[in-house]
């Protein structure tokens, strides 16, 4: 029987190490409970886009998305002065060949092709619409990196390799987990668990894993030099997206291209084709990309639930939580979830926007 922690957080994905990471800022003693290593499941494997003007985003994100969007700067230097670590901030925007049903928004300009090809020479020759976005995007290894960092500094305890059997309830009320090696009891018990969510037993936490592949494209040519002589995104400055793949400049000389949708459950294995499409779809927007190098390829588990919308608020046994079901969302929404969840946990108050995403929904 471990000593009791005010909350306990299971899962150290990067919902669950912001939410640890903004309740130890706050004062409150808290335990993250990893079933294998923090940041290497969705948060390793996501591209990092702050799409909150994405056309497909489901309109109910919308408003929520607008506002984890707009407090990603201030997240983002905190996490820099706190951890003294880089985390790049991209803030190019996006280059979008789709059509966008809501382009009378804020932050969205429709280009002719000839202002597209301005913007990206490199492009070969853009469709009728193309759409400018004002997004940002990050490197989600480099925010999970950070918060690990900060994490220690505040001494918060993350324990490693041990996986949540089931939330402990005496009284009617949350207490714990158990897990294989023992108890750990905590005042409040929030399920960050992302795709693995569901296998927990306790309140209904219904999420399911949706597979996605990944690759890294780089040129020698870039590689070649010194990290901090090299200008980023010497191909393409701006993140694209279109209906075949997106691209993302990383700062170091990288492009991230993505993803497939796959139902698959737990299969992370990787699939040579899919990598080969990928790689096909981002020459199809930018021809250089058809001699570039495969520096990585990797699968990841985005967690889904039945209505593409995330889990947030307390389940049907007091004192259980969920932040998790964020599929495609989640680098995006991590700002806002850490400080909708913090308020809900710390002072009892429920913010409005979070009330139609309640667990309970599923009942």
């Excluded at 957080?9 to 640890?20: D, E, P, V």
């Excluded at 800022?25 to 499941?41: S, T």
């Excluded at 056309?55 to 983002?76: I, K």
């Excluded at 820099?80 to 049903?101: C, I, K, M, N, W």
Aim: proline share 6%; with cysteine; net charge neutral.
């Amino acid at each position: 029987m471990q000593h009791s922690d005010d909350i306990l957080i299971i899962g150290a994905g990067i919902i669950g190490l912001s939410l640890g990471w903004q309740l130890s800022r706050r004062g409150a003693r808290v335990k993250i409970l990893e079933r294998a290593e923090p940041g290497q499941e969705a948060s390793h494997a996501g591209g990092g886009m702050i799409a909150d003007l994405d056309p497909v985003l489901p309109s109910e994100l919308f408003s929520l998305a607008q506002r984890s969007a707009r407090l990603y700067p201030e997240f983002v230097n905190a996490l820099r002065e706190e951890s003294g670590l880089t985390v790049d901030l991209r803030e190019d925007g996006v280059v979008a060949f789709e059509q966008h049903p809501l382009a009378e928004r804020v932050g969205i300009r429709r280009l002719t092709a000839e202002e597209a090809l301005r913007m990206e020479p490199r492009l070969s020759l853009p469709p009728d619409a193309a759409y400018f976005m004002q997004e940002r995007a990050v490197d989600p290894r480099q925010v999970v990196a950070a918060l690990l960092a900060a994490l220690s500094k505040h001494g918060v305890e993350i324990v490693r390799n041990e996986a949540a059997e089931r939330v402990l309830a005496e009284h009617g009320r949350a207490a714990g987990v158990v897990t294989a090696k023992g108890t750990h009891r905590a005042g409040k018990v929030v399920n960050c668990a992302g795709a693995w969510a569901a296998q927990i037993a306790g309140a209904a936490t219904p999420t399911l894993p949706v597979k996605g592949h990944m690759v890294a494209l780089a040129f020698p040519d870039e590689l070649a030099i010194p990290a901090n002589e090299r200008e980023a995104g010497r191909r393409l400055r701006h993140v694209l997206r279109s209906r075949w793949c997106y691209i993302i400049p990383r700062n170091g000389g990288r492009y991230v291209v993505g993803s497939t949708v796959e139902p698959a459950g737990f299969d992370r294995s990787l699939n040579a084709y899919r990598v080969k499409r990928l790689q096909e779809a981002a020459a199809r927007l930018l021809p250089d990309f058809a001699d570039a190098k495969i520096a990585e390829a990797w699968t990841g588990l985005r967690p889904g639930t039945s209505d593409n919308l995330p889990l947030l608020g307390e389940t049907d046994l007091p004192d259980y939580y969920a932040a998790c079901g964020h599929y495609r969302d989640g680098i995006l929404l991590t700002p806002v979830t850490a400080e909708v969840m913090t308020a809900l946990l710390l002072d009892g108050r429920e913010d409005a926007e979070i009330a139609r995403f309640t667990p309970r929904r599923f009942e």
